[in-house]
């Protein structure tokens, strides 16, 4: 096996395999083990909570941030910003960080779905269910994973302080906004967009560590990711001065 196909399984491969095990582990103690345990003695509550809490107003807004995370969208954003990334920079670290983010964790939810059987919340759903079940949530995962990783994108590029943290700010919104208003809409329970977090988040992680890092190496075949003299910072480190 190639040093190249080596480090990938290590890197990569192996890191998500394990998260994917965490996911697994994580449904079942919500749906078999802690259903009569604390917080999650509660999510029928909340559910209904904001189930009572609906408006036109609100329904408006639930509908935008939910359409933001649709697979739809959320493939058409990935694509366009990987080839903007592309184009501006002239590289592929970024592009493939960014594809990979979204498609690891979209693996991640389809197949965790396949394993874990939940419920979707017993109030009024203001959208058509799709054939998975509510844990984790989709939308919630596939928002974090793409504008997080635009985030960590843009914020390395940024050139201040004040500027790292506005594009931190207002993309982490987005997957926060979408994690509500799929409880709002009454699709999701808690628990199931506080997995899609650690899922979407984890899944940037591991693919800022694999190919935004340049401190690590991929042996003699060396990916060709990046051109001589290219200022990508290693993974959470500033770009920035």
Same mark, same amino acid.
């Given at each position: 096996?190639?040093?190249?196909?080596?480090?990938?399984? =290590?890197? %990569?491969?192996?890191?998500?395999?394990?998260?994917?095990?965490?996911?697994?582990?994580?449904?079942?103690?919500?749906?078999?083990?802690?259903?009569?345990?604390?917080?999650?003695? %509660?999510?029928?509550?909340?559910? &209904?909570?904001?189930?009572?809490? &609906?408006?036109?107003?609100?329904?408006?807004?639930?509908?935008?941030?939910?359409?933001?995370?649709?697979?739809?969208?959320?493939?058409?954003?990935?694509?366009?910003?990987?080839?903007?990334?592309?184009?501006?920079?002239?590289?592929? &670290?970024?592009?493939?960080?960014?594809?990979?983010?979204?498609?690891?964790?979209?693996?991640?939810?389809?197949?965790?779905?396949?394993?874990?059987?939940? *419920?979707?919340?017993?109030?009024?759903?203001?959208?058509?269910?799709?054939?998975?079940?509510?844990?984790?949530?989709?939308?919630?995962?596939?928002?974090?994973?793409?504008?997080?990783?635009?985030?960590? #994108?843009?914020?390395?590029?940024?050139?201040?302080?004040?500027?790292?943290?506005?594009?931190?700010?207002?993309? %982490?919104?987005?997957?926060?906004?979408?994690?509500?208003?799929?409880?709002? &809409?009454?699709?999701?329970?808690?628990?199931?967009?506080?997995?899609?977090?650690? *899922?979407?988040?984890?899944?940037?992680?591991?693919?800022? =560590?694999?190919?935004?890092? @340049?401190? #690590?190496?991929?042996? @003699?075949?060396?990916?060709?990711?990046?051109?001589?003299?290219?200022?990508?910072?290693?993974?959470?480190?500033?770009?920035?001065?």
């Amino acid at each position: 096996m190639s040093d190249v196909a080596v480090q990938i399984a =290590r890197r %990569v491969l192996l890191p998500v395999a394990l998260l994917f095990a965490v996911m697994v582990g994580l449904g079942l103690l919500v749906t078999r083990v802690l259903t009569h345990t604390w917080p999650f003695t %509660v999510e029928d509550a909340v559910n &209904r909570e904001f189930a009572g809490d &609906r408006s036109s107003g609100w329904n408006d807004v639930s509908l935008v941030f939910s359409t933001l995370a649709s697979t739809q969208i959320i493939v058409v954003v990935t694509v366009l910003a990987a080839l903007v990334l592309r184009l501006v920079l002239h590289r592929w &670290r970024e592009p493939i960080f960014l594809c990979a983010a979204v498609s690891a964790q979209a693996l991640i939810f389809l197949f965790t779905t396949m394993v874990i059987d939940r *419920n979707r919340p017993a109030v009024e759903h203001m959208d058509a269910s799709p054939p998975t079940s509510s844990f984790p949530s989709g939308h919630t995962s596939a928002a974090t994973a793409l504008y997080v990783g635009l985030a960590v #994108l843009l914020a390395l590029r940024a050139r201040s302080t004040p500027a790292k943290v506005t594009w931190w700010t207002l993309l %982490v919104l987005v997957p926060v906004g979408v994690a509500l208003t799929r409880m709002y &809409r009454g699709m999701h329970h808690p628990s199931d967009v506080v997995a899609s977090f650690v *899922n979407g988040g984890t899944c940037v992680a591991i693919m800022a =560590r694999a190919v935004l890092d @340049r401190t #690590l190496t991929w042996g @003699r075949a060396n990916l060709s990711l990046s051109r001589p003299g290219d200022d990508v910072a290693p993974a959470g480190a500033a770009a920035g001065g």
